[in-house]
């Protein structure tokens, strides 16, 4: 039986957080862009961009990035992957990149997407913004900006709901799963 880790209030009160906490960061927008990993990073980049430009009264380039390419286990899979698009239609060159996903676990991911990044250009920084850091690291990765830290056992499965795929917003962890 799942339980539940953030319901819909609590959730969106850390996204706002993080959204503050990016512009403090940030001194503001200037130069600021947000960066999705697909599939469930993308709904954060997009509720930090509305609540930025709610707060800011400006709308931030944000731009959607698919890692399959980019994953160190891409060809270790019995079928092929699965590609998705990558959108990313400005240059982030010099741009301060705020990467965005939904839970950060071993860091793998996030590797990947750093990698992926690269390929567009020579940005100024990237910080990374997630919903759940939940631990376990495998590589020298942290985010910047989380919503909530949960110790959890490697076999445990958490999974961040958003209402525009998943029909509700919500972090559930699920025991023993893997």
Known sequence: MPSTLLNSQEMNRAISRIAHEIL???????????VGIRTRGVYLAER????????ESTTLEMGLLDITLYR?????????????????PFSLSDKKIVLCDDVLFTGRTIRAAIDGIMDFGRPACVQLAVIIDRG?????????????????SRDM?????FKEV?????????????
Do not use: C, W, Y
């Open 24 to 34: 403090e960061k940030n001194h503001g927008t200037e130069n600021l862009v947000l």
């Open 48 to 55: 930090l961009r509305d609540k930025i430009a709610a707060i």
């Open 72 to 88: 160190d286990d891409v060809g270790q899979a019995a079928q092929k992957p699965i590609l998705k698009k990558t959108e990313i």
């Open 136 to 152: 376990h690291r495998e590589l020298p990765i942290r985010p910047d900006f989380v919503g909530k830290n949960i110790p959890t």
């Open 157 to 161: 499965m958490v999974k961040v709901k």
């Open 166 to 178: 998943d029909g509700e917003d919500k972090v559930v962890v699920h025991e023993g799963a893997s």
